[in-house]
């Protein structure tokens, strides 16, 4: 991985791609593209979206790509471009599921602030004390500093920067053997690798614990709290922590980097990795981030809440920068906040500006997607400053 401006991308070379595969994704573009957009047709920004998306598509391997665009608090178009599965010739729509990597880690934070909400925890306890299925393990640091806010903003000190998955089909693994390390090909546990609240420091891992709290504290499932207390009163009724049936007819294909098919990835560590999601469900989500409505909102969160979670938290560093659940992104300059996500096969991004209420979210169903949105990035960011 690239580290560009605060953002980590893979490096952005072009790979060969399989003949047949670019004619079908050519002709793909334009009438599915054509089908499937909302508005925004004579916009200039969306007539690039249309070219860059079509050309870097073709370039890097990535059948299909998503983008949603979000304009003084609303999301102003969608277009989809290329397909959700190349051999049946399915294309993208705004209705396909995609996998969005760590931008599982966003959606996750809004359950677990909702706890602190509902008084289930408070963000600066210690965790360990709420925990009885699995403690953290004993160290030279002190595991009484490991916090809910410490565990959000990645400055609790924990370890497991990110997670591979398991292919779809095989049994999963509970929290408590992950946290163990038994789904980590290095046997990599969750544990305490520095000081708690002295550094930032990237970790999956304290959103697997941060899983795990919220199971303890609520006596439910991850996936079915997240499902009844977010994402339905949100009206996101597409997306979910779980692959179901009715899901899997609707999903995007995964393609690997050098763009063959791949089974999807599951995860015992879903509120780090495992959420799946159409780009009209998360671009709504994107515009709640921005306008914090208290009516759209409906009662999952505060706006205050919200506001507090888009703050940044101490300490920062030249690595990454975070509030509760949002990160920070640079880009020559320019501040916007979001999530970015890679899983083999799957790559996402869901960009803000708090400034102007405007967003940028794209999701591909490939593995070389971020060299397909960052570019999407950089033309969209054109025009936040011009308009600044």
């Keep these: 991985m690239l580290m560009i401006n605060n953002i980590k991308l893979k490096n952005f070379f072009p790979l060969t791609l399989v003949p047949i595969c670019l004619g079908m994704i050519i002709c793909c573009s334009t009438a599915t593209n054509a089908k499937n957009s909302i508005s925004g047709k004579n916009d200039s920004l969306y007539v690039e979206v249309e070219r860059l998306g079509q050309e870097l598509t073709v370039k890097n391997n990535v059948p299909g790509i998503a983008v949603a665009v979000i304009r003084d608090g609303k999301i102003d178009w969608i277009q989809s471009i290329g397909y959700a599965d190349l051999a049946s010739k399915k294309p993208v729509t705004p209705e396909t599921i995609f996998n969005v990597g760590s931008v599982s880690k966003l959606a996750s934070s809004w359950g677990f602030m909702q706890l602190t909400e ?3 925890i408070k963000l600066d306890d210690p965790v360990e004390k709420s925990l009885t299925r699995w403690h953290l393990p004993e160290s030279e640091f002190d595991k009484s500093k490991v916090t809910l806010r410490r565990i959000l903003s990645h400055t609790s000190g924990l370890s497991v920067h990110g997670y591979g998955g398991s292919d779809q089909g095989t049994p999963l693994l509970s929290l408590e053997e992950s946290l163990n390390g038994k789904t980590k090909r290095n046997g990599e546990t969750v544990h305490l ?6 550094k930032w420091e990237y970790s999956g ?14 006596e439910q499932n991850f996936s079915k709290y997240m499902t009844q207390n977010i994402f339905l009163p949100l009206g996101m009724k597409h997306t979910t922590y779980e692959w179901t049936a009715e899901m899997m007819d609707n999903s995007a294909t995964a393609y690997d980097e050098n763009g063959n098919p791949i089974k999807n990835k599951i995860f015992t560590e879903k509120a780090a990795a495992g959420l799946q999601t159409t780009i009209k469900d998360l671009a709504h989500f994107a515009e709640l981030s921005l306008t914090r409505n208290p009516k759209q909102l409906n009662k999952v969160l505060k706006p205050e809440t919200i506001t507090l979670m888009e703050t940044p938290v101490l300490p920062n560093s030249s690595e990454g920068e975070s509030g509760l659940g949002y990160r920070f992104m640079n880009y020559e300059g ?11 096969g ?3 991004a869901l960009i ?35 308009n600044d």
Excluded at 205 to 218: D, I, K, P
């Design 118 to 120: 509902k008084g289930l």
């Design 193 to 198: 690798i520095s000081e708690p609240g002295t």
């Design 205 to 218: 891992g304290g959103y697997t614990l941060a899983q795990l709290l919220l199971e303890e504290r609520t």
């Design 334 to 344: 320019f501040k916007t906040i979001g999530h970015t996500g890679e899983n083999v």
């Design 346 to 348: 799957w790559s996402a």
């Design 352 to 386: 803000l500006n708090l400034t102007t209420k405007s967003g940028l979210i794209v999701l591909c169903n490939g593995s070389n997607g971020d060299r397909v949105w960052y570019p999407i990035y950089q033309r969209w960011l054109k025009t936040i400053k011009l």
